[in-house]
């Protein structure tokens, strides 16, 4: 099991950027492929970008795409998402997810919210234009 602590939230202007953290409990966090969602006001929950437990599978949501970065240090049992050229539509609650990966599968990761098993409890972001 792993608890799931998001950081790094805040408001900013339109263009400015933003570096979120997740820290995960326990000394298993690398046994999971880890995803960063959002959910905005009266919207569905959406994927936005995931890795895998290596580190070596990534990939994101087309709109974030050239400008969100995921990365993972899991000496430090932590997950980012770095957020440059933030824009209003990027308004939204963040949330980190972990998916325990079987043993083997080090490049994995899933864009299906439904696979994961743990969320932290999200942080808010705010971007004014």
């Known amino acids: 099991q792993v608890q799931l602590v998001e950081s790094g939230g805040g408001s900013v202007q339109a263009g400015g950027s933003l570096r979120l953290s997740c820290a995960g409990s326990?000394?298993?966090?690398?046994?999971?492929?880890m995803g960063w969602f959002r959910q905005a006001p009266g919207k569905e929950r959406e994927f936005v970008s995931a890795i895998s437990r290596n580190g070596l599978n990534i990939f994101y949501e087309d709109s974030v795409k050239g400008r969100f970065t995921i990365s993972r240090d899991n000496a430090k049992n932590t997950l980012y998402l770095q957020m440059n050229s933030l824009k209003p539509e990027d308004t939204a609650v963040y949330y980190c997810?972990?998916?325990?990966?079987?043993?083997?599968?080090?490049?994995?990761?899933?864009?299906?919210?439904?696979?994961?098993?743990?969320w932290g409890q999200g942080t808010q972001v705010t971007v004014s234009s």
């Open positions: 326990g000394r298993t966090f690398r046994n999971y492929a």
């Open positions: 997810a972990a998916d325990e990966v079987l043993s083997g599968r080090n490049y994995f990761a899933t864009r299906s919210s439904e696979d994961y098993d743990y």
